[in-house]
């Protein structure tokens, strides 16, 4: 009864917190209160829940921004980690299924989020120019280039749009490694339930070394840096803890 009263927490916990911090944002004219309607959005599913979150080398995320994030995906819970635990809220790079969603469209459009068809070709590569424009504007953007939650603990193939956003914007990419967030809401589940995650921040790739890296050499070593927080290997397919 208390994992339900979790999972029907989320909806209510979600329209709650978007629409007071979008009314608060737009009547003093602050978007800033958008960002930390989203930090307190997190932190509160991620306390109904009863996940404890353990952040891990922060020193290394850059003083100044923008960059882009690069994390690993496993579960439901991947962007409340990562909103409680970094201490600038991201944008996000995410499929355009989610604005069907009430007040969760809300959300992602006040929060400067990029939504991606990706059955369309022509709309994802303008949702790609807009994301590089938007972060050589300044914005730092979080990207999962999985595209989606993995079926399994194994790193899932990497999807290059995140990689060409990189090259074209020119800032340096931050490797992220989430642990334990499928043992909290594998994807298969309907309800959450509780544990320890930990989101560890990885050494950034500078812009300098991103140009004289390929599309693909630089998925390489994203990917690589991502299994050497995660401590697994390709092969594996439970982390080793």
Same mark, same amino acid.
């Given at each position: 009864? &208390?994992?339900?009263?979790?999972?029907?927490?989320?909806?209510?916990?979600?329209?709650?917190?978007?629409? %007071?911090?979008?009314?608060?944002?737009?009547?003093?004219?602050?978007?800033?209160?958008?960002?930390?309607?989203?930090?307190?959005?997190?932190?509160?599913?991620?306390?109904?829940?009863?996940?404890?979150?353990?952040?891990?080398?922060?020193?290394?995320?850059?003083?100044? +921004?923008?960059?882009?994030?690069?994390?690993?995906?496993? *579960?439901? @819970?991947?962007?409340?980690?990562?909103?409680? *635990?970094?201490?600038?809220?991201?944008?996000? $790079?995410?499929?355009?299924?989610?604005?069907?969603?009430?007040?969760?469209?809300?959300?992602?459009?006040?929060? +400067?989020?990029?939504?991606?068809?990706?059955?369309?070709?022509?709309?994802?590569?303008?949702?790609?120019?807009?994301?590089? %424009?938007?972060?050589?504007?300044?914005? %730092?953007?979080?990207?999962?280039?999985?595209?989606?939650?993995?079926?399994?603990?194994?790193?899932?193939? &990497?999807?290059?749009?995140? &990689?060409?956003? @990189?090259?074209?914007?020119?800032?340096?990419?931050?490797?992220?490694?989430?642990? +334990?967030?499928?043992?909290?809401?594998?994807?298969?589940?309907?309800?959450?339930?509780?544990?320890?995650?930990?989101?560890?921040? +990885?050494?950034?790739?500078?812009?300098?070394?991103?140009?004289? $890296?390929?599309?693909?050499?630089?998925?390489?070593?994203?990917?690589? *840096?991502?299994?050497?927080?995660?401590?697994? *290997?390709?092969?594996?397919?439970?982390?080793?803890?």
């Amino acid at each position: 009864m &208390f994992r339900l009263l979790n999972g029907l927490f989320l909806p209510f916990w979600t329209a709650a917190v978007t629409v %007071t911090a979008v009314t608060i944002a737009k009547l003093r004219g602050q978007p800033r209160y958008v960002t930390e309607g989203e930090r307190f959005w997190a932190r509160g599913l991620l306390r109904a829940w009863g996940v404890e979150v353990s952040a891990e080398h922060l020193e290394r995320l850059p003083r100044q +921004g923008p960059y882009i994030l690069m994390a690993n995906h496993q *579960s439901h @819970a991947d962007v409340p980690i990562l909103f409680a *635990s970094l201490p600038l809220i991201p944008g996000f $790079l995410a499929k355009k299924e989610l604005a069907r969603i009430p007040f969760l469209s809300m959300a992602l459009r006040e929060g +400067g989020h990029v939504l991606i068809d990706r059955k369309n070709r022509n709309s994802a590569r303008e949702a790609l120019k807009i994301a590089a %424009t938007e972060i050589q504007a300044g914005k %730092t953007i979080a990207v999962f280039p999985e595209g989606t939650r993995g079926a399994s603990d194994a790193l899932g193939e &990497f999807k290059k749009g995140g &990689f060409l956003i @990189a090259k074209k914007a020119g800032v340096p990419v931050v490797p992220i490694g989430i642990l +334990g967030s499928r043992a909290v809401w594998h994807r298969d589940k309907w309800l959450p339930q509780g544990g320890r995650v930990w989101a560890k921040v +990885g050494e950034p790739i500078t812009p300098e070394a991103i140009k004289q $890296l390929s599309v693909d050499g630089l998925c390489e070593r994203v990917r690589a *840096s991502i299994l050497d927080l995660l401590d697994w *290997s390709e092969t594996e397919a439970d982390p080793a803890r």
